[in-house]
């Protein structure tokens, strides 16, 4: 039975951005620990996702099949996400945003209850790597990881692990400390 792995690179510099790269060594992890990984990738920066807007919602109030349907169905189908999630200016890439905005469906990802709402997307597992120029984890400057906590949560996804490459803009010990710091943190999560 195959492993479903959902790859979602929002770094505006793709596969050179240092999220993207911690991502790639990630899945080589998962793929050298079972040969049957099977891997959806979804390049954010040239796969465009537009920003949610009211013809989208037009579109799936019509019924009509939409990109969000096709993001939709990723999700559904991987048990598990890698999330490349780099910082900018104290937030998430605007492209991940607008992704988050087309998976957040109600009645398909998440529902409202008389407790509250509640995420559909169940029994799936996330990590999300994190690049930042500066040092942040656990500071207030730190809007990121509270926004992917809570979105992922709100759909479901709950099993979340962040791995954290700081300090990659503040001088080359910094960015090589931070590096170092990520794949350490990856090569544990793969024992």
């Given at each position: 039975m195959s492993h479903n792995v959902l790859y979602v690179?929002?770094?505006?510099?793709?596969?050179?951005?240092?999220?993207?790269?911690l991502a790639a060594d990630l899945l080589q992890q998962l793929r050298s620990q079972s040969p049957d990984v099977v891997v959806t990738e979804r390049?954010?920066?040239?796969?465009?996702?537009?920003?949610?807007?009211?013809?989208?919602?037009?579109?799936?109030?019509?019924?009509k099949a939409t990109l969000a349907d096709e993001l939709i169905a990723e999700v559904q189908?991987?048990?598990?996400?890698?999330?490349?999630?780099?910082?900018?200016?104290?937030?998430?890439?605007?492209?991940?945003?607008?992704?988050?905005?087309?998976?957040?469906?109600?009645?398909?990802?998440?529902?409202?209850?008389?407790?509250?709402a509640e995420g559909l997307l169940k029994n799936k597992r996330a990590?999300?790597?994190?690049?930042?120029?500066?040092?942040?984890?656990?500071?207030?400057?730190?809007?990121?990881?509270?926004?992917?906590?809570?979105?992922?949560?709100?759909?479901?996804?709950?099993?979340?692990?962040?791995?954290y490459a700081e300090g990659l803009n503040m001088g080359d010990e910094y960015r090589e400390n931070g590096i170092s710091a990520a794949k350490e943190q990856i090569a544990v999560l793969a024992a």
């Open positions: 690179e929002s770094s505006i510099f793709g596969a050179q951005g240092v999220s993207s790269q390049q954010l920066r040239s796969d465009t996702i537009p920003h949610f807007d009211a013809s989208t919602i037009g579109a799936i109030t019509e019924g189908a991987a048990d598990t996400l890698i999330i490349g999630a780099p910082m900018y200016n104290f937030g998430v890439p605007t492209q991940l945003k607008a992704w988050f905005d087309h998976i957040a469906r109600a009645g398909v990802t998440f529902r409202y209850t008389a407790n509250g990590y999300v790597i994190t690049s930042r120029g500066g040092i942040h984890k656990d500071s207030v400057s730190d809007a990121e990881v509270p926004f992917l906590r809570n979105i992922l949560g709100f759909v479901g996804i709950t099993d979340v692990t962040f791995i």
